[in-house]
């Protein structure tokens, strides 16, 4: 039943990430414009007058204003026989008068008219008016017919809120109330993981506002909706007219002869005191009443009008106050003015602008997104296309250059991805292979082969070669005809550096194969050490300048500045060393960057503050002494806190003791958390020896105080990457290999996928049940089997012994297709894992577990 209901919410997910960007490409696009016509129309009484001085509004005058009845009586007959429908009047001294002009049916909408409020002189229309009229017409109605119109507008309202929700179901994150990860963004983040920032972190901000503008379209789209409303609110209006309603001759009323407004107006002035706007509706019959809506000097919007009909004679008809209306008629006079942002003032209206230019920026970045994906795609099948010979081509077999390559890391793929890329641009045909499909026995069938292979562990091949290693040293063949050159990657701190490489080396030469060039061994801090390489594919015939941009293109991962957050015991009273977990945030206080599930955190440790000192003053210098060196400015403390501490030096001797300075090698972490949980989280032993703490552990775990920066940079780590089918997962691991396990789980778990099986290992129950409370919520979800081993209780065992009892179990759920990933020492738990899996699959069995992808290591 677990693994149903994980699969239905890995099935939901996948199918709500389609629908997401299908609407969001088709809908959005529509969207964008709504966004960039509603922006526009933020403004549009500023944009107006800036446009038109002399028109909105005329110079101040000593004398004061003309009253309606004054201005009505000044200004005569219109052109053309307009006649007006609706007089606005401002407080404002020198704010023109705005006449709205009444239009046939059928007719074009007429624009305004202004006329200056001391003279009655005719202004004329506003520059500009006739522009913001379309650009309304394109916000409400996408420029149709105004019922069909209206509804696609509301469509598009609904489409809006189906993104918001759909985008807020895909990112949400495991620690939903920490606000780093729903508002912060680095702008230093490239590529992507840029765009992919812009568009969850500008859409957060914005999701209050776009419920707000939603919400309110689709209240004006659709008659059902806002009957519905009306009726919430107790306001019963007319119905709508159809637009052939409109079209059908009106009887014609007696027009109003030049009607005398001053006893009405003595009678307003009489009844209202004191107001800010007022907007005169002059009687369309003879004997009609003079409608006045007014707001009062402190009203909070400008739909919070009040309603007096006065007949011409003074007399009083009608006198209906805001305030005295019920509440739901009150909250519907402000869906406008909140649509517009003009509720509260400035501000907010700026915050509403900023978040309709939000759409186009959204669908800019989200088209980008999808464009960029389809181009990785296509880029990835024609590099497939391009490295795959395809039949009949002119040069023949023996021709053939094998580039075959062996990762743990996606290192040496990259690099042999490049290696073939250039033989290719200098005309030369190119297979590029993996180990993990090669058999021995075809490399006689090339000529020349290059080997870009990794060494994992203490000189183990990475564990989708281990099959053809194991099969390369069973092997009996000539290989008199081949010449290869050999890549080898590793890392300086393993004793057997490149050993795989210097293996399959050996084993190269032992049957007759004839070297290219000497092998070319490359640690991961030396990008440099790979010019030899790239240089001696001239001899393919690659050109100088493709040589040129190859060898720079190999950059390590960035060192970025991380502020140490906090720091808790996991294991208090174990009889172990100590087990913390520590949270890290980049020190900007920017957005975290995206690394993948599995990944690594490498860590530049620092040696103790006071043993820099005590060794630097022990010969002689001063700790402070600021000096330069490679370009950068530094105390010599801050020099030798990352700096391996020379044996031997001359004191006093600043000039020699600087040419000694060699970087401290980077320790490699499993993050424990994912980029959802809004913080980088390690889980480091602190691990004690004859000499003291570990110089990385003591630094992470005692010495970097909370609130210090550490220089980190992320690691890729595709071979323990996380499967995000429908299929088993095994997790095993022990002590901090809990790290790396927690990161693929949390995964699994935010994808709703279950049938996860955990065996971990430690030493006590009492002490040492590590992140109980989080494993008992899965359990209890049902996303989790948990089986704790620990070694030091009575009855304790080892994992691998646990294994061996649940030998039936693991058989059945690798029959079922489990993939199985181990995190924690090489040396006992995960050697003794492998053994066990020999033991049930023979070596080849466990080759082609891991050929498959299917047997993911983190171990050290």
């Avoid at 292979?433 to 990475?462: D, N, R």
């Avoid at 330069?628 to 020099?639: D, I, K, N, P, V």
């Avoid at 391996?644 to 040419?659: I, K, M, R, T, Y």
């Avoid at 008992?776 to 009855?795: M, P």
Wanted: glycine fraction near 8%; proline fraction near 7%.
């Amino acid at each position: 039943m677990a693994t149903l209901f994980s699969g239905a919410r890995a099935l939901v997910r996948w199918t709500l990430f389609q629908l997401h960007w299908v609407v969001g490409i088709t809908a959005g696009s529509l969207l964008m414009l709504i966004g960039l016509s509603g922006a526009t129309l933020s403004f549009e009484e500023e944009w107006l007058a800036a446009l038109n001085p002399g028109v909105l509004s005329v110079p101040q005058r000593s004398t004061p204003a003309l009253t309606p009845p004054q201005l009505l009586a000044a200004l005569g007959p219109l052109p053309a026989g307009q006649t007006i429908g609706t007089a606005i009047f401002s407080a404002t001294p020198g704010h023109s008068v705005e006449l709205l002009l009444k239009t046939p049916p059928g007719a074009p909408k007429a624009l305004p008219l202004y006329v200056d409020p001391y003279s009655g002189q005719l202004l004329g229309t506003a520059r500009g008016q006739a522009f913001f009229d379309w650009v309304e017409r394109l916000h409400r109605f996408l420029l149709l017919p105004r019922e069909p119109g209206r509804v696609a507008a509301g469509i598009l309202s609904i489409c809006l809120l189906w993104l918001i929700a759909s985008g807020i179901y895909l990112r949400w994150p495991r620690q939903p109330l920490n606000w780093r990860v729903w508002l912060s963004f680095n702008p230093r983040l490239k590529g992507r993981p840029f765009l992919w920032a812009l568009h969850a972190v500008v859409a957060t901000w914005a999701l209050p506002a776009w419920l707000l503008l939603a919400s309110t379209g689709i209240y004006w789209s659709f008659d059902a909706v806002r009957s519905t409303v009306d009726g919430w609110a107790d306001v019963k209006r007319a119905p709508r007219m159809k637009p052939e309603g409109r079209n059908k001759p009106e009887a014609k009323a007696e027009p109003a002869a030049a009607p005398d407004l001053s006893a009405a107006w003595q009678r307003f002035q009489d009844t209202v005191p004191a107001w800010r706007e007022l907007r005169l509706r002059l009687p369309e019959r003879a004997g009609g009443a003079l409608e006045i809506l007014w707001l009062a000097p402190d009203a909070a919007h400008e739909r919070q009008r009040n309603s007096i009909q006065i007949a011409l004679d003074g007399e009083l008809k009608k006198d209906q106050r805001f305030a005295e209306q019920s509440a739901g008629k009150r909250a519907l006079a402000a869906i406008y003015p909140l649509h517009m942002g003009r509720y509260f003032g400035l501000p907010v209206r700026i915050l509403m602008m900023l978040s309709a230019l939000a759409l186009p920026l959204l669908g800019i970045s989200g088209w980008l997104l999808y464009l960029r994906r389809r181009r990785q795609q296509r880029d990835a099948a024609a590099q497939r296309k391009a490295l795959t010979p395809s039949a009949g081509a002119g040069d023949t077999e023996e021709q053939t250059i094998l580039v075959a390559w062996a990762s743990q890391s996606g290192r040496a793929e990259s690099l042999a991805l490049r290696t073939a890329a250039a033989l290719q641009a200098a005309g030369r045909r190119v297979v590029v292979k993996s180990l993990a499909g090669l058999a021995p026995l075809e490399l006689a069938g090339y000529p020349q082969a290059l080997f870009v292979v990794s060494t994992f562990g203490e000189g183990q091949a990475p564990d989708q070669a281990r099959g053809f290693a194991h099969a390369l040293e069973q092997a009996e063949l000539s290989l008199a005809d081949l010449r290869f050159a050999v890549l080898a990657l590793g890392n300086r701190q393993y004793a057997q550096f490149c050993a795989f490489g210097q293996r399959l080396q050996a084993s190269l030469l032992q049957f007759g194969a004839s070297p290219l060039q000497p092998l070319t061994p490359v640690c991961d801090s030396e990008p440099q050490a790979l010019e030899p390489w790239f240089q001696g594919l001239s001899r393919f015939g690659v050109a100088a300048d493709t040589l040129d941009r190859l060898a720079p293109a190999e950059v390590a991962p960035i060192w970025q500045d991380w502020q140490l957050q906090q720091r808790d015991l996991l294991n208090p009273g174990s009889s172990g060393e100590p087990l913390f977990e520590l949270s890290l945030l980049p020190a900007s206080a920017a957005a975290l960057p995206a690394w993948q599930p599995g990944a690594l955190a490498q860590i530049q440790p620092q040696h103790p503050p006071l043993l820099v000192e005590a060794f630097l003053r022990a010969h002689g210098f001063d700790p402070q002494q600021r000096c330069q060196h490679a370009g950068t400015t530094r105390s010599l403390a801050e020099w030798f806190a990352t700096s391996v501490l020379p044996a031997s030096c001359v004191a006093g001797d600043v000039a020699a003791l600087l040419q000694q300075i060699e970087p401290l090698p980077p320790r490699a972490y499993s993050i424990a958390s994912i980029r959802e949980d809004g913080v980088l989280q390690l889980i480091v032993r602190q691990r004690h020896h004859a000499g003291g703490m570990g110089l990385a552990s003591g630094f992470l775990t005692a010495h970097c105080p909370l609130g210090g920066t550490l220089a980190l940079r992320l690691q890729p780590n595709p071979a323990f990457s996380v499967s995000l089918e429908s299929r088993p997962c095994v997790f095993i691991g022990n002590g901090s290999g809990i790290a790396g396990l927690r990161g693929l789980l949390r995964e699994r778990v935010r994808h709703g996928l279950g049938d996860n099986w955990l065996v971990f290992g430690e030493r006590q129950r009492a002490s040492d049940s590590l992140c109980a409370s989080e494993f008992d919520h899965w359990i209890a979800r049902g996303l989790l089997e948990l089986d704790r081993v620990f070694s030091r209780d009575a009855e304790g065992a080892y994992v691998q012994d646990f294994l061996r009892q649940q030998a039936p179990r693991l058989r059945a759920l690798l029959e079922r297709g489990a993939v199985i990933h181990v995190c924690g020492s090489l040396q006992g738990m995960a050697a003794g894992v492998d053994a066990l899996l020999a033991e049930l699959l023979g070596q080849d069995g466990v080759a082609a577990l891991a050929a498959q992808g299917r047997y993911r290591r983190d171990v050290y």
